[in-house]
């Protein structure tokens, strides 16, 4: 008993560790905010060709968004989220950014064969191309309000001034010593914009002063991945390696906070509202970021502190949030794209109004598809089948080989001679059994040219004396001498054949009569063994 006392005295047995409150486990009001962000039941999760490389919302509504992956742009529908339309015939290169007008109508985005886009959304037709960039082209923006300009960043290290009306470059805006990746535009002015590097540099551009060159430059300490403007104006938001920075352009480009709570790469960062019409956290903008540990953070940059955080299956490369809080888009690195709807109330709608500007937008009912429409049958291969649905698979298209389509063109010897070339002795023998058939087989040895007759000699002496073949063989190879006997004779090469093949039948013989004596030796030793 003692000892039994100073074994549990020496090895504490520890019970496993519950909760033991329930407020540990208990949602707070914003992260019950963010989980609302579901996929509808009615839309499955997209899955487009590659790589997500951005994800971004038309500022006008239905707030339309459109995604770049490969050398496609495809825009969704912000009212059902299904695909509205794709836009890749313009594209020779992968997409990397696209960027909407102010007024939706536009969208401007660019490769990497260096070349800017500008194409009508109805029409899906280019009407500018801008070419200037002489390395792919990483970051397209348009300002908040003007519509006659935009810039761009790429792997030159060039971020240039373009305006769209003339086709033409206006600046070249150096200051960078490694590839351009990202950049966003001022919400208070359309002449500033920001501009990240893998120098890990950001720059603050103001084309009203390049005199001196860039107005503000801050150290962010690791390739910048990714550089949003907050909504005052104020602050910069900046994602490198495995840290977003706030940065306060007011105060001189100092650094306010440090968000490390990534284990991997920082891809993306963008700003969401939270869209409640009370509360505390009612009216208030967030910092979302994505990176390639799957998770996605939230991030309220007033309390400098992570209020939310979700985990997805794969790596995450763009991500997205609608102007009216009301869709979350999040593209991975294997191409699926995490739709989150959340369903506004009313009352919610219309406290946006009064505080957003935004005017809710119905839902539109949408029609349950049935056999008797014709769009039913148009669904694609990756409509998933329901309860009722029979599902009818194509037959895989059997490839007929060469001597069947001569046979079914009745060209027996043509047939015959390319079974031999293919030097597959079982279908040489099926197609031979086949001329028996139709009693042609004869006639095909008696029109053989010398060259043919010596492919068919040597492949009767390969293959004569093998056991499943002989029997067929034997008897063809005895009809073969004695039809074509005089051309056999004239011929060097052909008696060399008859020689190969007497010698290889010989050989088979005395291995048979050997396997007879041993035959003969193991019998009556195994009829012994029996009786015993």
């Known amino acids: 008993m003692a000892e039994n006392q100073s074994i549990a005295r020496t090895f504490p047995v520890k019970p496993k560790l519950k909760p033991t409150s329930s407020n540990s486990t208990t949602p707070t009001p914003e992260s019950k905010y963010w989980r609302s962000f ?63 007008r102010s007024d939706g109508r536009l969208i401007a985005a660019g490769d990497l064969s260096g070349v ?60 960078h010593k490694d590839y351009v990746r990202c950049g966003d535009a001022s919400p208070v002015s359309d002449d500033m914009f920001v501009s990240g590097s893998y120098d890990h540099t950001v720059k603050v551009w103001d084309v009203r002063v390049l ?7 801050f150290d962010h300490g690791k390739p910048v991945e990714d550089v949003v403007y907050l909504p005052a104006g104020g602050l910069v938001a900046t994602a490198g390696g495995n840290s977003v920075k706030i940065w306060d352009i007011l105060g001189g480009g100092k650094l306010l906070y440090t968000m490390e709570s990534h284990n991997k790469t920082v891809t993306s960062i ?34 400098f502190k992570i209020t939310h955080s979700m985990r997805f299956p794969n790596p995450l490369i763009s991500v997205g949030f609608s102007p ?139 293959y004569s004396t093998m056991p499943r073949f002989s029997r067929f063989l034997m008897g063809l190879t005895k009809k073969v001498v004695e039809m074509r006997a005089e051309d056999i004779k004239s011929s060097d090469e052909l008696r060399g054949h008859i020689r190969n093949l007497k010698r290889d039948v010989e050989e088979e013989i005395r291995v048979q009569q050997t396997l007879q004596q041993i035959q003969g030796i193991v019998s009556p030793l195994l009829k012994i063994a029996a009786r015993r």
């Open 38 to 100: 579901k996929n509808p039941k009615d839309i499955q999760t997209q899955t487009l060709v590659s790589s997500i490389s951005s994800v971004t919302f038309s500022p006008t509504s239905p707030h339309d968004f459109a995604a770049t992956h490969s050398a496609t742009v495809s825009i969704f529908s912000g009212q059902t989220l299904e695909l509205k339309t794709t836009i890749s015939s313009a594209f020779r290169d992968t997409v990397t950014s696209a960027s909407f």
């Open 116 to 175: 800017v886009q500008v194409l009508d959304l109805k029409s899906r037709v280019p009407l500018r191309r801008l070419r200037g960039h002489t390395r792919p082209v990483r970051v397209v923006r348009y300002p908040r309000g003007d519509k006659l300009h935009l810039f761009s960043g790429g792997d030159d290290a060039i971020v240039k001034y373009w305006d769209i009306t003339t086709e033409s470059k206006i600046y070249d805006l150096l200051g």
């Open 211 to 217: 005199n001196s060159g860039y107005v503000m430059e």
């Open 270 to 303: 963008c700003v969401g509202k939270i869209g409640k019409e009370s509360g505390e956290e009612a009216q208030q903008y967030r910092i979302l970021s994505v990176a390639l540990d799957g998770y996605m953070k939230v991030f309220d940059y007033a309390k």
């Open 324 to 462: 009216d809080c009301s869709t979350r888009v999040i593209g991975a690195s294997n191409g699926t794209l995490y739709i989150g709807r959340r369903k506004v109330k009313d009352s919610e709608s219309t406290e946006l109004v009064d505080f957003c500007g935004f005017h809710p937008v119905e839902e539109p009912q949408r029609r349950v598809l049935r056999p008797s429409y014709f769009r039913y049958f148009q669904r694609g291969q990756n409509e998933k089948p329901s309860e009722w649905d029979y599902l009818i698979k194509k037959p895989k298209k059997i490839k007929v080989a060469e001597h069947d389509k001569l046979l079914k063109k009745f060209m027996h010897k043509e047939a015959l001679l390319a079974a031999l070339n293919r030097k597959n002795p079982e279908n040489v023998v099926a197609v031979m059994e086949e001329l028996v058939a139709r009693k042609k087989l004869l006639r095909c040895v008696s029109n053989l040219e010398t060259e043919e007759l010596g492919l068919l000699l040597r492949f009767l002496q390969r």
